[in-house]
């Protein structure tokens, strides 16, 4: 079908706050920018939204319908469809726009709707079980690669740095390490001088007490060698194969960079060898505390046949003796499916879970609606007692002190009324979306970690355990409250030994 001419964008974000989800809308356009030069479409204008979706009435929302249906756009450029809507209304009335060709498609990140299809399935869309792991992939990324454009790299920071732990949530920025930054700094300068060799420059660092971050042993040549081929230290970093100018603190000229590399070429540049392993990082060796690593290992029979295989094993980098043995992949991803398994809920508590949840919400929204209205007609009050204010002291029946007092008790005051509607916004906000990723999440855990990529391993098992042990070839994991909150339940219903045969979404 041939594409619309001219389209709408529309970002929207789940909160009404102007000072706080603004940078989530503008990632938002930002990205449907991006989709729609790729794509050469006509955008003629741009909706933005900080509101909820879970009700009707959004106001920018309905003024976008109406011009779609005075005819000043065919199309919708948005994130996701959830953007759109997330109550019936709202859904219906985007599916009877399609239906009567007045909306004939919509791009999102994901896919395209075109008026042909069957609106029907765009139903399907809302509930489909895969759509957790699809969102935190992308959404992930998404706020990653805004921390790029920043200037602040979104994986932890090399050594000789730190990631600031008393920033908020998705701001936080890269600080010198106290510790470590001067005598980084001095291997580099071994380094630029060009008396010495990577392998001699490890020994001066142990001289100098430079430890692994990772461990409390000295740190290797080989992660010395890291150190002096990543241009982070240069004020740069790569990120999803762009290249971002950092806002830290360079601790080296670009100029001492390359130099750095044309001293490397000399002695001759490793080449890398790399493999993706799903839970590496992740586990801890049960005897000496090592972390645990992985390769890969082949097997040829006389007959040229080939044989191959993943072990995990202790890395033995402590000075703690260990004779843990490995184990195969398979071996440890039937462990961890074994704990997957135990957890999981059958469709009946998962429906009746989701629908109670629901229910609830609507009477949460109910009180917090009240609350909302009587916070802000003290919000209004308090304003026109300013104009009053402000009215006393032009006609100057008030003297310029006591307005300024008064003025500065009425805005503290009004600032505590922002304070207390933007608590009770973050205790309620999204609150019914999350617990229902959660309960989808355990749901369809055990299907997404057998069909699922290395990423999605790794993920799911993030989410599902912490403390992992590897010890005498039996992974312990500790389930985190995400599995104890939604399957406990579960048994005590009655529904827990799981009858259904089928372990994966529904298509």
């Not at 469809?81 to 209304?89: E, G, H, M, S």
């Not at 740069?236 to 950092?246: L, P, R, S, V």
């Given at each position: 079908?041939?594409?619309?001419?001219?389209?709408?964008?529309?970002?929207?974000?789940?909160?009404?706050?102007?000072?706080?989800?603004?940078?989530?809308?503008?990632?938002?356009?930002?990205?449907?920018?991006?989709?729609?030069?790729?794509?050469?479409?006509?955008?003629?204008?741009?909706?933005?939204?900080?509101?909820s979706?879970?009700?009707?009435?959004?106001?920018?929302?309905t003024?976008?319908?109406?011009?779609?249906?005075?005819?000043?756009?065919?199309?919708?450029?948005?994130?996701?469809?959830?953007?759109?809507?997330?109550?019936?209304?709202?859904?219906g009335?985007?599916?009877?726009?399609?239906?009567?060709?007045?909306?004939e498609?919509?791009?999102?990140?994901?896919?395209?709707?075109?008026?042909?299809?069957?609106?029907?399935?765009?139903?399907?869309?809302?509930?489909?079980?895969?759509?957790?792991?699809?969102?935190?992939?992308?959404?992930?990324?998404?706020?990653?690669?805004?921390?790029?454009?920043?200037?602040?790299?979104?994986?932890?920071?090399?050594?000789?740095?730190?990631?600031?732990?008393?920033?908020?949530?998705?701001?936080?920025?890269?600080?010198?390490?106290?510790?470590?930054?001067?005598?980084?700094?001095?291997?580099?300068?071994?380094?630029?001088?060009?008396?010495?060799?990577?392998?001699?420059?490890?020994?001066?660092?142990?001289?100098?007490?430079?430890?692994?971050?990772?461990?409390?042993?000295?740190?290797?040549?080989s992660?010395?060698?890291?150190?002096?081929?990543?241009?982070?230290?240069?004020g740069?970093?790569?990120?999803?194969?762009?290249?971002?100018?950092?806002s830290?603190?360079?601790?080296?000229?670009?100029?001492?960079?390359?130099?750095?590399?044309?001293?490397l070429?000399?002695?001759?540049?490793?080449?890398?060898?790399?493999?993706?392993?799903?839970?590496?990082?992740?586990?801890?060796?049960?005897?000496?505390?090592?972390?645990?690593?992985?390769?890969?290992?082949?097997?040829?029979?006389?007959?040229?046949?080939?044989?191959?295989?993943?072990?995990?094993?202790?890395?033995?980098?402590?000075?703690?003796?260990?004779?843990?043995l490995?184990?195969?992949?398979?071996?440890?991803?039937?462990?961890?499916?074994?704990?997957?398994?135990?957890?999981?809920?059958?469709?009946?508590?998962?429906?009746?879970?989701?629908?109670?949840?629901?229910?609830?919400?609507?009477?949460?929204?109910?009180?917090?609606?009240?609350?909302?209205?009587?916070?802000?007609?003290?919000?209004?009050?308090?304003k026109?007692?300013?104009?009053?204010?402000?009215?006393l002291?032009?006609?100057?029946?008030?003297?310029?002190?006591?307005?300024?007092?008064?003025?500065?008790?009425?805005?503290?005051?009004?600032?505590?009324?922002?304070k207390?509607?933007?608590?009770?916004?973050?205790?309620?906000?999204?609150?019914?979306?999350?617990a229902?990723?959660?309960?989808?999440?355990?749901?369809?855990?055990?299907?997404?970690?057998?069909?699922?990529?290395?990423?999605?391993?790794?993920?799911?098992?993030?989410?599902?355990?912490?403390?992992?042990?590897?010890?005498?070839?039996?992974?312990?994991?500790?389930?985190?409250?995400?599995?104890?909150?939604?399957a406990?339940?579960?048994?005590?219903?009655g529904?827990y030994?799981?009858?259904?045969?089928?372990?994966?979404?529904?298509?």
């Open positions: 079908m041939e594409q619309a001419a001219k389209y709408f964008i529309y970002a929207r974000k789940s909160s009404e706050s102007e000072d706080r989800q603004v940078l989530s809308v503008e990632s938002q356009i930002r990205q449907l920018q991006e989709i729609s030069q790729k794509r050469k479409l006509k955008v003629v204008n741009i909706f933005r939204e900080e509101k979706a879970k009700e009707p009435g959004r106001l920018v929302f003024e976008m319908v109406s011009r779609i249906k005075a005819g000043e756009a065919k199309g919708i450029v948005c994130w996701k469809l959830n953007r759109l809507a997330r109550n019936p209304v709202d859904g009335t985007i599916q009877w726009l399609l239906q009567n060709k007045e909306l498609h919509i791009v999102s990140a994901e896919r395209d709707y075109f008026s042909a299809d069957n609106v029907l399935m765009m139903n399907v869309e809302f509930g489909m079980a895969n759509q957790f792991i699809l969102d935190l992939r992308r959404d992930t990324m998404r706020g990653m690669m805004d921390k790029a454009r920043q200037g602040w790299f979104p994986f932890m920071a090399p050594i000789g740095y730190l990631n600031d732990p008393y920033s908020p949530q998705g701001q936080r920025k890269i600080v010198v390490d106290p510790k470590h930054f001067n005598q980084i700094r001095q291997l580099w300068d071994f380094l630029l001088s060009g008396t010495y060799t990577v392998f001699q420059i490890s020994k001066k660092a142990e001289e100098i007490g430079i430890k692994s971050k990772c461990s409390n042993d000295p740190i290797r040549a992660s010395i060698y890291r150190v002096f081929t990543n241009k982070f230290y240069a740069e970093f790569d990120f999803q194969g762009q290249a971002f100018k950092g830290h603190k360079p601790m080296i000229t670009m100029d001492e960079f390359d130099h750095a590399q044309r001293i070429g000399k002695r001759g540049k490793p080449r890398p060898r790399i493999h993706s392993f799903p839970f590496t990082g992740m586990i801890k060796c049960g005897e000496c505390g090592g972390m645990v690593t992985a390769e890969n290992k082949i097997k040829r029979g006389k007959n040229g046949q080939e044989w191959r295989y993943t072990y995990y094993h202790c890395s033995h980098r402590t000075k703690t003796p260990c004779k843990q490995a184990v195969t992949k398979d071996a440890l991803e039937q462990q961890i499916n074994a704990v997957i398994l135990k957890s999981r809920i059958s469709d009946k508590f998962n429906h009746w879970a989701i629908e109670e949840l629901r229910r609830s919400n609507k009477e949460e929204m109910k009180g917090q609606n009240q609350i909302n209205k009587n916070n802000l007609e003290a919000y209004n009050e308090n026109k007692m300013i104009d009053n204010l402000l009215n002291k032009l006609k100057e029946m008030i003297d310029d002190e006591t307005y300024k007092t008064k003025k500065n008790t009425l805005f503290a005051e009004q600032l505590t009324i922002k207390r509607m933007e608590s009770l916004e973050d205790r309620t906000k999204d609150w019914f979306e999350n229902e990723k959660a309960y989808n999440f355990v749901k369809y855990a055990y299907y997404w970690f057998n069909n699922g990529n290395l990423e999605d391993k790794k993920i799911i098992l993030q989410v599902i355990g912490s403390k992992l042990i590897l010890k005498d070839k039996i992974l312990s994991i500790e389930n985190k409250k995400l599995f104890n909150l939604v406990e339940p579960a048994k005590f219903s529904w030994p799981r009858q259904e045969s089928n372990l994966q979404p529904s298509p």
